[in-house]
């Protein structure tokens, strides 16, 4: 899709991002310049590590179970520390 045609239809390419998944590049003298992708949908903190008890040893596992009956754990990725943020 060329920059011009962009703003001429921007909630028909919204819509596309959104409800579709569809990528969008955006194209300037026959050039791609600029790429429009769709967010990842949002997952809890218990759907991404879901399947990290399989790598766990079994004290380490059990600790994670109880951290989350207590409710420790935050309930989405954005609510999680980076640790590699300094």
């Not at 579709?20 to 590590?49: C, D, H, K």
């Amino acid at each position: 899709m060329t920059v011009t045609e962009v703003p001429r239809n921007f909630r028909e390419v919204m819509d596309g991002l959104e409800e579709a998944g569809e990528e969008v590049v955006l194209m300037r003298n026959r050039r791609a310049i600029a790429r429009l992708v769709p967010e990842p949908a949002e997952q809890t903190a218990l759907e991404i590590l879901g399947d990290i008890y399989r790598t766990l040893d079994e004290a380490t596992g059990n600790a994670l179970a109880k951290a989350v009956a207590r409710g420790k754990l935050s309930d989405t990725v954005g609510d999680l520390r980076n640790p590699w943020a300094s």
